[in-house]
């Protein structure tokens, strides 16, 4: 009995997913604090039917590099000017799991942004994986 169970496949309940994630911040009297931005909008250059996020109160914003490419760019749209963020980034295969399969990892390169509303950008970890940490900081 036990031999019947402990051939069984697992499930892969859970697809590890690979993003950039960017915490937005203000630096007020020298002081840097997490700030929520509100009615926040997202979506990939040439995507605009594709919001990864819709007018969005937010903290933190998620955001998928294009395996098929080696630039990535989004547009946020603050509620007052928009801003773009784009990625220059190289792609690898990892290996998650025989359940789960391969997921795809980043190292970035290189990024730029526009300057409407976003004041900087600090790059904390140019490693994306599918662990969920901060990679940048966007100073508003």
């Known amino acids: 009995m036990i031999a019947l169970f402990s051939s069984c496949e697992k499930e892969c309940f859970h697809k590890p997913l690979t993003m950039v994630n960017a915490d937005f ?3 007020e009297e ?10 926040v ?4 250059l040439g ?5 990864l996020y819709d007018s ?17 760019t989004f ?4 509620p007052e000017n928009s801003d773009t963020l784009t990625f220059h980034h190289t792609t690898s295969p990892f290996f998650h799991s025989y359940e789960c399969g391969y997921v795809l990892h980043y190292d970035l390169s290189g990024f730029e942004y526009s300057t409407n509303v976003i004041d900087s950008v600090r790059l904390e970890i140019s490693k994306i994986t599918h662990q969920y940490e901060r990679h940048l900081k966007i100073y508003l």
């Open 47 to 51: 995507r605009e039917d594709s919001l």
């Open 75 to 78: 547009v946020v749209l603050f």
């Open 41 to 44: 909008s997202v979506y990939g």
């Open 56 to 72: 969005a109160s937010v903290r933190r914003i998620s955001l998928p590099l294009d395996p098929n490419s080696d630039i990535t």
């Open 30 to 39: 020298e002081e840097e604090g997490e700030v929520t931005v509100d009615d």
């Open 25 to 27: 911040f203000t630096i």
